[in-house]
């Protein structure tokens, strides 16, 4: 009885020491001044902690959701993720930016950055139309809305690299087309990758690793 006593104090001293640790740790990291939050950020970036810099951000917005640092957190976060090729990431903290800050004055910026995000996240030519259909799209977008911007030719440049990738695209329809003698078929979509494109003799085609193109 003794022991069976003394067994059920211990676990009762193991458990309130590491409860009330735990606490100690929790009271730690809440509560925290925007610019603890916001170095802490830093940190974590500076020392490849990506996952972890998430998480600080979350507690940055989630205490100081008026905080001046705030605009500059999003950006070097969405930046880091861009940079580290996750492309899905960066858009995501660029699409927070727009929607909480899209009347500052470097929207035309963020929207660029977002673009050149979903184009270097593009990596097959035949396999990802939905997404160069969107990048195609957000391009227009931008050349209607920021005439002006300083970054309108960067825009230009990737729209017309989008665009010959669409007409290649649908010009190797039209050869499918041809193979098969379908000839409306292969005019309609030889049509459509003319729209994209006129010239298509100077579109060179893209070499394709033989264990990719099995699958292109």
């Not at 009330?20 to 802490?40: H, L, Q, R, T």
């Not at 899209?102 to 950055?113: E, V, W």
């Not at 003799?201 to 264990?211: M, T």
Request: aromatic share 16%; hydrophobic share 35%; net charge neutral.
């Amino acid at each position: 009885m003794k022991k069976k006593t003394f067994n059920i104090l211990l676990l009762s001293i193991f458990i309130y020491f590491f409860t009330g640790c735990s606490s100690k740790d929790i009271d730690e990291e809440y509560n925290k001044p925007a610019v603890y939050w916001y170095n802490k950020m830093i940190k974590q970036i500076s020392n490849h902690q990506l996952d972890e810099a998430d998480d600080t951000f979350t507690s940055l917005e989630s205490e100081h959701r008026n905080s001046p640092l705030l605009p500059s957190a999003i950006m070097i976060i969405a930046t880091t993720h861009m940079e580290d090729e996750e492309y899905a990431m960066a858009n995501y903290y660029f699409d927070e930016y727009l929607k909480r800050f899209s009347l500052k004055k470097n929207a035309d910026y963020i929207r660029y950055l977002k673009i050149k995000s979903n184009f270097m996240a593009f990596k097959s030519q035949f396999r990802e139309q939905e997404l160069l259909h969107k990048t195609i799209k957000q391009t227009n977008e931008f050349i209607k809305k920021y005439p002006d911007s300083e970054f309108i030719y960067l825009v230009q440049t990737i729209k017309s690299r989008l665009s010959m990738t669409k007409a290649i695209f649908d010009k190797e329809i039209a050869s499918l087309y041809d193979r098969v003698d379908k000839p409306e078929a292969k005019k309609y979509y030889t049509n459509k990758a003319t729209k994209n494109w006129e010239k298509l003799d100077e579109i060179q085609d893209v070499n394709v690793p033989w264990y990719r193109s099995m699958f292109e």
